[in-house]
């Protein structure tokens, strides 16, 4: 086998296209993972007593791997791991268990005795019953403070005037034995290998600034006390709800007490509000020289008090991690190519891996960088591309370039920092809060469980009650809402990351820790909290977790959804915030349960919901509903009914969106005010016209439109608009271009849905109660891939009809809505799309979106259907190897049923049987291609056709 990858071998006598079908589900869901790692000595020096501290995650009875007391590492005489030769003296924090007792997460901090120059060594666990942890084994105060020439600086320098904070201070002036989260001092893991101890006093007595005192310093300490040494990581944080403003100064970071010597130094930092900066390299030194076999690179010094550690990379173990859902399952048996590994670092040397400095592989070239610029990005996604690309290949280049990425997220304005001493963290005990209720929140993240109008994408927002919002202590520019000045970093829900939460659980990283809850706060206060009456409110009160709405799109209620349970997902057990991320989470669930199963039960799975009649519940059926404007949902079971402004198709837009749209010549009657008619100079298009058709007048290239207008009655040559407009100065002579769709009234973005059928599938594998939204909204995507009168190429568009033009209300059929749709797409039976539409293909286009989506699926009637056309006409595709983003598929280690082999009345092999196949045969019988059939008759076809109808396949 290939350490870090599935031992998966392939089954005997399979082709590759049955082994694409079938041995990643049967033969992956039989795999043997390994709980194994391995690391990589990376400089050419040996070195003793090698300090490593990881976080693990672990599996839960009955699995072989499950750890009941704590884990200890054992070294492995080779990448099998079949045999130990020692079993060293592990500590384990352990942070979360499982509700049966056993291991569920864990930081692992120990020493390798040895460490090789150039040598890799590997990994593996077995329980062990001390932890090595706890008070009375950790550093002391007095041993911190002698043992080590501790302390680290924070120099702050405006106007000749400068400002410091050191880590020593706030240690000396603790009292040594209080022990808070809230500071000043904090222990995070501590016992006989190593201590780590957060120096931060969120009261904010050491915080600092030249625009009133909002910079907060944190100082991430870990000390070993075997090699007298301490990895120090710098943090800066402007983020406090009371002192809201921006920062500018120059910062100079210091290690050591006697005989300090300056790590960093960098001449102007524009510290804006709502932003972090983190430290952790030595950018006053030469750093290291290390070999790859695409030549020598250099990588920085990381910030250590006493002799440093040269650099090794650490290989997490990809099928291990999607085993124990550190990840999403992905296709482990993809490689990262050494030319990709090279390209990828090679390009992140053109940009700056300073602190804002945005370096390429993240946040993209240049001065500006956005969450939400167009296209497809390394961001969006299950993972972080930059994440996924080191723990696929263990590289040091892609270890090295997460975590500068990922640090450099922070720059990012998402972060609020709770300072009012009035304001709660969890809700009152029963109001959808079952422990750590009524939690003071001063000094943690942001909560709107008493801030309920707040909204963290809209500071001054003239509907947020004063008590609610932040306190704006000087200038400040929200980059959230200046989407315009080059040099900031702007945020957006629609298009957010998950930056940080699969890094913390490889690492273990407060910080990391710390950027998800931020992430998870900044998305739950997000949307109009006082709009409690209307669709797009967050809930009854507006301290609810009803996320995404006031943004309109799909994937804004993806990625907000993600954003409340992976928060919670990471929190340690029995914290403030894993309550309060898991009552949001379960608000989210219960308003869009209720709202799809009204008061009558409409599911079988409504009455048997654990919200079933509770607040959200109710307020989803009154009030989350009003968004679809009294239609219901959806009959296919799209999310929602979306707009005409999602109506978008090639004749509107040069992309891949796919709707059946035309083009008619035509003016507005009365250009010089309010017109209330269309004349149309085009007979033949204004022939196709009906009652309920939206017309288009404007659309450029990025599928943006001027006007939208829906025709109420049509006698040709005139039509009369729904409202009346003022055109003046827009429409042009008689023969303007009007564009509009002959089948489609409304439409949603597919691709949008895709990531939400994503976030419910991965939120229901992580624990959380989305199966019933899984069911409900799964029934979609797959009836539009299996469904005889659809055609399942069209799961690879970045729109999807909702409302027929004909009669005004939901399409009722894949076969109608299928027309929906351009001809060309109407009637692809190969590829991922028609000529010149590159924005179906993948590695990141739409097809492969729609394969992770379906990924989540095989355990629905015709899953397995929709993933054998996925396995089959997606995940062969060779792109996947270098860049593996959305490359997901099934859990066949949680029962989910293999995908069954291809039938031999699919022709075409798109994992259906439909009218596709029986025209197929019909050609072949008549001539009009090769024969591919064992004997091409009538009677072939018609076995085909019974096939294609419900029948089984009898074809021999």
Not at 772 to 789: E, K, R
Not at 834 to 852: C, I, K, L, N, Q
Request: with cysteine; proline share 5%; aromatic share 12%.
């Amino acid at each position: 086998m290939c350490f870090g990858q599935p031992q998966v071998q392939r089954c005997a006598g399979f082709s590759a296209t049955v082994f694409a079908f079938f041995a990643l589900g049967s033969c992956l869901a039989n795999a043997a993972v390994t709980n194994t790692f391995s690391i990589k000595e990376s400089e050419g020096a040996t070195t003793q007593n090698y300090p490593i501290q990881i976080g693990r995650e672990f599996m839960d009875a009955p699995s072989s791997l499950a750890i009941q007391n704590f884990p200890q590492v054992g070294i492995c005489t080779d990448a099998t791991c079949s045999t130990i030769s020692q079993w060293l003296t592990t500590q384990a924090d352990v942070k979360n268990r499982f509700a049966s007792g056993y291991v569920k997460f864990s930081i692992i901090s120990f020493l390798i005795p040895t460490l090789k120059a150039g040598s890799t060594m590997y990994f593996t666990f077995q329980n062990q019953l001390s932890c090595n942890c706890g008070p009375g084994s950790w550093e002391t105060k007095a041993n911190m403070l002698a043992n080590y020439n501790f302390d680290a600086q924070m120099q702050l320098t405006s106007n000749s005037a400068t400002q410091t904070a050191s880590a020593r201070a706030i240690l000396t002036n603790w009292d040594g034995a209080s022990n808070s989260q809230l500071g000043p001092v904090f222990y995070w893991a501590g016992g006989t290998v190593a201590t780590t101890v957060v120096l931060c006093d969120q009261s904010g007595t050491y915080d600092m600034g030249f625009n009133g005192k909002t910079v907060r310093p944190m100082f991430i300490a870990t000390f070993w006390p075997a090699t007298q040494q301490v990895k120090i990581r710098f943090v800066g944080e402007n983020a406090s709800s009371t002192a809201w403003t921006d920062q500018t100064y120059a910062l100079t970071l210091l290690l050591g007490n006697s005989s300090p010597a300056v790590v960093y130094k960098n001449a102007k930092v524009v510290h804006a509000a709502g932003t972090r900066w983190t430290v952790t390299e030595n950018n006053q030194v030469s750093g290291w020289q290390v070999s790859t076999p695409s030549g020598t690179i250099t990588l920085k010094q990381e910030t250590w008090l006493g002799a440093v550690p040269p650099p090794a990379a650490v290989n997490h173990n990809l099928a291990y991690l999607a085993a124990s859902k550190v990840t999403p399952n992905y296709d482990a048996s993809r490689t990262i190519s050494e030319a990709q590994l090279a390209s990828d670092w090679n390009y992140q040397q053109q940009g700056s891996s300073d602190i804002y400095g945005g370096s390429n592989n993240c946040w993209g070239p240049g001065a500006y960088h956005a969450w939400g610029n167009t296209g497809a990005a390394s961001h969006i996604g299950p993972e972080p591309l930059w994440t996924l690309r080191y723990l696929y290949s263990g590289d040091i280049r892609e270890q090295e370039i997460a975590h500068v990425c990922s640090d450099q997220g922070g720059a990012f304005s998402f972060h609020f920092r709770e300072n009012a001493p009035n304001k709660n963290i969890t809700r009152a005990s029963g109001n959808g809060c079952s422990y750590q209720c009524g939690v003071n929140g001063q000094g943690r993240i942001l909560s709107i469980s008493q801030r309920p109008t707040f909204m963290s994408t809209y500071l001054t927002y003239s509907y947020t009650a004063q008590a609610d919002a932040v306190v704006v202590a000087g200038p400040y520019l929200n980059p959230n809402n200046n989407y315009n000045n080059a040099g900031f970093f702007t945020g957006d829900t629609s298009h957010q990351p998950d930056i940080t939460s699969a890094l913390y659980l490889v690492t273990g990283d407060w910080f990391y820790l710390e950027e998800t809850w931020f992430l998870g706060s900044f998305s739950a206060s997000a949307d109009n909290g006082a709009a409690t009456t209307v669709s797009y409110g967050r809930g009854p009160t507006g301290a609810e977790g009803g996320v995404g709405y006031d943004g309109g799109e799909v994937r804004a209620m993806a990625w907000g959804l993600r954003a409340l349970y992976n928060a919670a997902f990471v929190s340690p057990d029995n914290t403030p915030e894993k309550s309060y991320f898991e009552t949001l989470t379960n608000d989210w669930v219960a308003i869009e349960e209720g709202a799809r199963c009204t008061s009558a039960d409409v599911f079988p799975w409504c009455a048997s919901s654990p919200f079933h009649g509770n607040g959200n519940w109710q307020w989803g059926i009154t009030t989350r509903s009003q968004v679809n404007n009294g239609m219901g949902y959806p009959t296919l079971h799209q999310w929602q009914r979306g707009g005409p402004i999602f109506v978008q198709g090639s004749a509107i837009v040069a992309s891949a969106y796919g709707i059946n749209f035309s083009v008619g010549a035509g003016t507005a009657s009365n250009t010089g005010g309010a017109s209330s008619t269309v004349k149309f100079s085009d007979a033949t298009a204004c022939s196709h016209l009906l009652p309920n058709t939206n017309v288009y007048l404007g659309g450029d290239a990025s599928g943006n439109v001027s006007y939208v207008v829906q025709l109420t009655s049509v006698s040709c040559p005139n039509a009369t608009m729904s409202s009346a407009l003022d055109l003046s100065g827009f429409a042009s002579g008689a023969n303007s271009e009007w564009q509009y769709s002959p089948t489609v009234q409304e439409a949603e973005s597919e691709f949008s849905a895709d990531y939400l059928m994503f976030a419910l599938g991965r939120g229901q594998e992580l624990g959380y109660p989305t199966s019933n939204l899984v069911s409900w909204y799964g029934q979609f995507f797959t009836g539009l891939i299996t469904d005889p009168g659809s055609n399942p190429r069209l799961a690879f568009t970045g729109r999807v009809p909702t409302i027929n033009v004909a009669t005004g209300q939901y399409f009722n059929s894949y076969s109608s809505l299928k027309t929906g749709w351009q001809p060309n797409w109407q009637a692809l039976t190969s590829g991922y799309g028609p000529a010149g539409e590159s924005d179906t293909f993948p590695p990141e286009g739409y097809a492969a979106y729609a394969m992770a989506a379906t990924s989540y699926l095989t355990n629905l009637p015709n899953g397995p259907a929709a993933w054998s056309f996925m396995a089959s006409n997606v995940l062969p595709d060779a792109s996947f190897n270098d860049n593996p983003h959305w490359a997901l598929i099934p859990r066949g280690a949680t029962g989910s049923p293999a995908p069954p082999p291809p039938s031999k009345c699919d022709l075409n092999a798109d994992g259906v049987i439909n009218i596709l196949d029986v025209q197929l045969a019909t050609d072949e019988v008549l001539g009009k291609i090769p024969c591919t059939m064992s004997a091409c008759t009538s009677a072939s076809v018609n076995a085909i056709a019974a096939a294609a109808l419900g029948g089984s396949c009898t074809l021999q």
